[in-house]
T-cell receptor, first 114, second 113 residues
């Protein structure tokens, strides 16, 4: 089955630690995205990438970093500079990154900072 | 810049009753419009989208939405809901010429038996 996988489902981190969230897709999509979801705030875009080895900041990129070394993979690192990292993180992909393209979402990773 | 307002944070309805989830947007450019659904502890799934043409759009699971350009609205409707429709619903816009979705805050739909 084609789709997007995110791992782990739940992640716990101590303050001051960096942590990397995994996102893999086998849909052969060019574009990939990372969103952060907080209760009552909808989804906010962290980073997106339309092609391998290229990515752009979204609305809330501070304290996060990404890489896009392979078409199928778009890992997100939450650094110690992110002041309030506890949230639900969603990865998505679309066929070409165009504004009318449907975005397909993974099941999400819930990050809790202890 | 674009913004999306979902006018109700929570909507409780009885099973088999009709429901309308309201969405208004503001944008200085033309946009494409989307509704996504999120079941508990899952990712989002596309319900329907409006790109052009007929302003009444039909989606999955019996949902439909109507684009009203003059009122900048894109309300979601279903004539008869089921327990399985319990979820959070997100309205989103994508500006033509941009590569990002702007989401509303979400509406939690609760179906009571």
């Amino acid at each position: 089955d084609g789709g997007i996988t995110q791992s782990p489902k739940y992640l716990f981190r101590k303050e001051g630690q960096n942590v990397t969230l995994s996102c893999e897709q086998n849909l052969n999509h060019d574009a990939m995205y990372w969103y952060r979801q907080d209760p009552g705030q909808g989804l906010r875009l962290i980073y997106y990438s339309q092609i391998v080895n290229d990515f752009q900041k979204g609305d809330i990129a501070e304290g996060y970093s990404v890489s896009r070394e392979k078409k199928e993979s778009f890992p997100l690192t939450v650094t110690s500079a992110q002041k309030n990292p506890t949230a639900f993180y969603l990865c998505a992909s679309s066929i070409a990154g165009g504004p009318s393209d449907t975005q397909y979402f993974g099941p999400g990773t819930r990050l809790t900072v202890l | 810049a674009q913004s999306v307002t979902q006018l109700d944070s929570q909507v409780p309805v009885f099973e088999e009753a009709p429901v309308e989830l309201r969405c208004n947007y503001s944008s200085s450019v033309s946009v494409y419009l989307f509704w996504y659904v999120q079941y508990p502890n899952q990712g989002l799934q596309l319900l329907l989208k409006y790109l052009s043409g007929s302003t009444l759009v039909k989606g999955i699971n019996g949902f439909e939405a109507e684009f009203n350009k003059s009122q900048t609205s894109f309300h979601l409707r279903k004539p008869s809901v089921h327990i399985s429709d319990t979820a959070e619903y997100f309205c989103a816009v994508s500006p033509q010429g941009a590569q990002k979705l702007v989401f509303g805050q979400g509406t939690r739909l609760t179906i009571n038996p």
